[in-house]
């Protein structure tokens, strides 16, 4: 099995880090755009979780050693040398838009939660006063939300919402601008104690393949 | 130059956050995606399962082997 870690554009070398379970990289290029893979001899017997920092500290290397990356989501194999052809000739103009899309930029992650609710918790007696209070609650969620999106709408090139019960987003920042999107966010941070926020980052481009997938 | 350490929840937080991406963000191909513990293939759910039940694979992995 073929396990593939990312696409990389102009990818100067590969970094000096073993795959999963101690694998050897390779590259396998296309016009300017390689993907760093590693061949799997077998089920790793490795913890998972080891695998799956491995696999992120290989992204975060090229980070330093390509004109872009793509990250390729952990645990995706492929059968054999042919389907990796296919795949990236397959998908090779939506790589290649994504690789310019977040090419010289970085991924900032916020997450913010709310460990004691600024409303009282209301015991429902109803399924009506369940979704009222339901709503009331994604309506505070939808307003933080807008409120951190309007401070970072001008320092990022992009964003996207993965709020689950907990609001997360991804920036996509121009490196350039780093220094400006960390200040806004302990700003709003500041702003807004009493919300727990977490910002996590720079990472490689996560949130931002686009039509890659 | 002051040099600041991270405290060990702020390496918790950013392994944590770092396995979060590589597991649930990023391109998708396959759609699919396995985890294999030792002879048991895992399809991978979620992250808190990944994280939090070292012993829940242990024992899927038992029941496999039974």
Redo the contacts between chains.
């Keep these: 099995m073929i396990r593939v870690y990312a696409f990389a554009s102009q990818l100067e070398r590969l970094p000096d880090l073993a795959g999963v379970g101690g694998a050897p990289l390779e590259a396998y290029a296309l016009e300017d755009v390689s993907a760093v893979v590693s061949r799997d001899v077998g089920p790793s017997d490795g913890d998972p979780r080891d695998d799956a920092v491995a696999h992120g500290l290989i992204v975060e290397a090229l980070m330093l050693l390509a004109r872009a990356v793509l990250p390729v989501r952990f645990g995706e194999l492929l059968t054999d040398d042919s389907a990796l052809i296919r795949e990236l000739h397959g998908r090779l103009a939506a790589i290649h838009g994504a690789l310019e899309r977040v090419s010289g930029c970085v991924e900032i992650g916020v997450r913010i939660a709310a460990p004691v609710p600024r409303r009282p918790a209301v015991v429902a007696p109803t399924g009506t006063g369940y979704m009222h209070e339901r709503l009331a609650r994604l309506a505070e969620r939808d307003a933080i939300t807008h409120e951190l999106h309007e401070c970072l709408e001008d320092l990022s090139r992009a964003c996207v919402d993965v709020s689950r019960d907990v609001f997360e987003a991804a920036y996509l920042v121009e490196r350039s601008r780093l220094d400006a999107v960390q200040a806004a966010v302990r700003r709003f941070a500041e702003s807004h104690r009493e919300f727990t926020v977490v910002s996590t980052g720079p990472w490689a481009p996560y949130s931002f393949g686009g039509d890659a997938s | 130059m002051t040099v600041i350490e991270p405290t060990p929840l702020q390496e918790q937080?950013?392994?944590l956050?770092?396995?979060d991406?590589?597991?649930?963000?990023?391109?998708?191909?396959?759609g699919d995606?396995?985890?294999?513990?030792?002879?048991v293939?895992l399809v991978?759910v979620g992250l808190r399962v990944?994280?939090s039940s070292?012993a829940t694979?242990d024992r899927l992995q038992a029941e496999g082997a039974a």
């Design positions: 937080v950013t392994l956050e770092l396995v991406r590589v597991l649930n963000k990023g391109v998708v191909l396959t995606i396995m985890l294999s513990v030792a002879d293939d991978y990944l994280l070292v694979l």
